[in-house]
């Protein structure tokens, strides 16, 4: 064989190997990142429920101080 087909061939190999190797590092430090944020939306979700039912108690119990000061004013 030519040693410039040789070569060729060589560089060929080399280029799609390094390209491949370059997507599956991309594809798989995306799929850690994407992890990452599902948890950390998921942390806020929590956060935000928690925060949201303690709006709701308190609107409950200012309801229920109206409530037991016009008892009093009465």
Do not use: F
């Amino acid at each position: 064989m030519d040693p410039t087909i040789v070569s060729s061939i060589v560089t060929a190999v080399v280029s799609i190997t390094t390209g491949l190797g370059t997507v599956l590092g991309v594809i798989l430090a995306n799929s850690k990142t994407k992890a990452l944020m599902e948890y950390k939306i998921d942390q806020l979700e929590l956060k935000v429920t928690k925060h949201n039912n303690l709006i709701d108690r308190m609107y409950k119990a200012e309801a229920r101080l109206d409530v037991l000061e016009e008892i009093e004013h009465s």
